[in-house]
């Protein structure tokens, strides 16, 4: 999930920007500590922009810097348990396809891709439905369900786990056949009917 956040810091500004945009020096060392970092909180930080001083700069004897209190928003996106999201495949494996999900990459799992026996090509690095006959290759585009997600202080060590087992996520053909399919319990009265007017 993507949200706009608005923080409060105190930023320390080198002499060697004052020369700059006192705007444009703020926001750069701001981007700096922030972007593509994770927060607990927030999350992993995309962006940082309109950012406001609040008030005059304080400056410290012998620190050789000005120390201004600013107000700023910040681009966020933090992967919630449950959410369902629209991601491409960008790699397939024997154990399972990652998916990208706004700035980092998640896992589905072999287990977690269909109901059906899946077996993988090594080749065409693909894996097929052995009874559906359904097919899971990269450049994709599936719907998933986040199932864990465990936030690290790296993207490269964060790890999110998504399935697709549940009706209504997968591919959007898998999805469309699905709906078009009489369900299970209305088949089962069919042929309950249509056996009773065999016997008559």
């Known amino acids: 999930m993507y ?12 002499a060697q920007s ?21 927060d607990k909180v927030a999350g992993i930080v995309l962006s940082v922009w309109n950012v406001e001083p609040q008030g005059d700069g304080m400056v410290i004897p012998a620190d050789g810097a000005a120390y201004y209190d600013v107000k700023f928003d910040v681009l966020a996106y933090k992967p919630q348990i449950n959410e369902v999201v629209e991601a491409a495949v960008s790699e397939i494996v024997d154990f399972g396809a990652f998916v990208g999900i706004g700035p980092v990459e998640g896992l589905i799992h072999l287990s977690q891709i269909t109901n059906d026996f899946l077996n993988y090509n090594k080749k065409t690095a693909s894996f097929v439905g052995k009874e559906s006959k359904k097919s899971l290759k990269k450049g994709e585009t599936v719907f998933a369900k986040i199932t864990t997600v465990s936030l690290k202080p790296t993207l490269a060590d964060t790890k999110i786990g998504l399935s697709m087992r549940p009706l209504g ?3 959007e053909e898998w999805i469309a056949k699905a709906e078009k399919a009489p ?10 009917k249509e056996k009773k007017e065999e016997k008559e």
């Open 3 to 14: 949200n706009i956040i608005t923080i409060n810091d105190r930023v320390r500004l080198p």
């Open 169 to 171: 996520l997968g591919k």
């Open 18 to 38: 004052f020369s700059m945009e006192l705007k444009t020096g703020l926001t750069q060392i701001l981007r700096e500590k922030y972007e593509r970092r994770i």
């Open 183 to 192: 369900p299970a319990a209305k088949e089962a009265k069919k042929e309950k």
